[in-house]
C-alpha cells in the first residue's frame, strides 16, 4: 500500500514537499517514481529513484525538484520548488517491485496559483 500526503494549494514560486509511505519491506527493492495526471492528459513521469539511488527528471522539472528516499522509513519524497501554475496536477507514487510488478498510491492534489 502506498500513501501519498503533502499536496496543497501554493502560489507560483513556492515550494511543497510531497511525501509517499509504503507499507513493508518492498520499499527497498523497489522502483520508486512520482507521475503527475492532469484531468484529459495522459499520465506522465515527474521523477524516478532507483534502488541504488540513482535518479532521472523530467525535463519540465529539471533543477525544480527533487526526488529521494529514506529506506529507513521506507518512504518517498518529492520537494518541488519554484512551482508554476503548469506544476498543477495530481501526483501520483509508483512503486515497481521486481516480483510484485507495479503498485500505484491514491494521489494527491498539487495546485499552483498564478
Known amino acids: 500500500q502506498l500513501v501519498e500526503s503533502g499536496g496543497g494549494l501554493v502560489q507560483a514560486g513556492r515550494s511543497l514537499r510531497l511525501s509517499c509511505a509504503a507499507s513493508?519491506?518492498?520499499?527497498?527493492?523497489?522502483?520508486m517514481a512520482w507521475y503527475r495526471q492532469v484531468p484529459g492528459k495522459q499520465r506522465e513521469l515527474v521523477a524516478i529513484s532507483t534502488t541504488d539511488s540513482s535518479t532521472n527528471y523530467a525535463d519540465s522539472v529539471k533543477g525544480r525538484f527533487t526526488i529521494s528516499r529514506d529506506n529507513a522509513k521506507n518512504t518517498l519524497y518529492l520537494q518541488m520548488n519554484s512551482l508554476k501554475p503548469e506544476d498543477t496536477a495530481i501526483y501520483y507514487c509508483?512503486?515497481?517491485?521486481?516480483?510484485?510488478?507495479?503498485?500505484w498510491g491514491q494521489g494527491t492534489q498539487v495546485t499552483v496559483s498564478s
Open positions: 513493508g519491506s518492498i520499499f527497498r527493492v523497489s522502483a
Open positions: 509508483h512503486l515497481q517491485h521486481p516480483l510484485l510488478g507495479p503498485r
